[in-house]
């Protein structure tokens, strides 16, 4: 990843380093930054704030055990925007079912209209179901999903089906233990007064 050190955009503008540090942490920066995978800051000079055509990749992994096949993937995905010549200005890696639709950092990367592509490994690793759709609102916008492996996965269904029953279970589940909490809770308040 290219770009200017943050403590050195800092120096050439006159701003100290924590001020500019805030500014990014807020997301009041006057300009376009990035963080890298080691954490530091890149300042993107030049690249307008509304300019679509940045490029993200995001990979995802259901559970914490797989944390080293995130980083594998992350890995490929870095290799394939190489070879490319792809300018990475974002990395997004998350744990979480592909069923989940409110994954936070997939919900930020969507909502970013400064990205104009999104490179995924497996058309599974954006969501299990409906990824025609995000595909089309991109697409509106002007923006593209690109997928590495296109071409015909085998789908395990068994686990497929797991997922679906397990994401409904804790809603199920979910919502009547907070249904049962309040209950509780107004009982004891009735039975304070």
Known sequence: MSGKKLS??????????????AWTKAGTFPGRVTKTPGGHFRVFEGVPQTKP???AIYGRVSSSDQK???ERQIGRLRDFAAAQGLIVVAEVSEIGSGLNGRR???MKLLSDPEV????VEH????ARFGVE???AALSAQGRSLVVINSGEQKLDLVQDFIDVVTSMCSQIYGRRAAKNRAERALAAAEAAT
């Open 8 to 21: 050195t955009w800092a120096q050439e503008h006159g701003v100290h380093y924590r001020t500019a540090l």
């Open 53 to 55: 055509g940045l490029v």
């Open 68 to 70: 080293p096949d995130l």
């Open 104 to 106: 936070k950092k997939l």
């Open 116 to 119: 104009g592509t999104i490179v």
């Open 123 to 126: 058309r599974d690793r954006l």
């Open 133 to 135: 759709y995000i595909e």
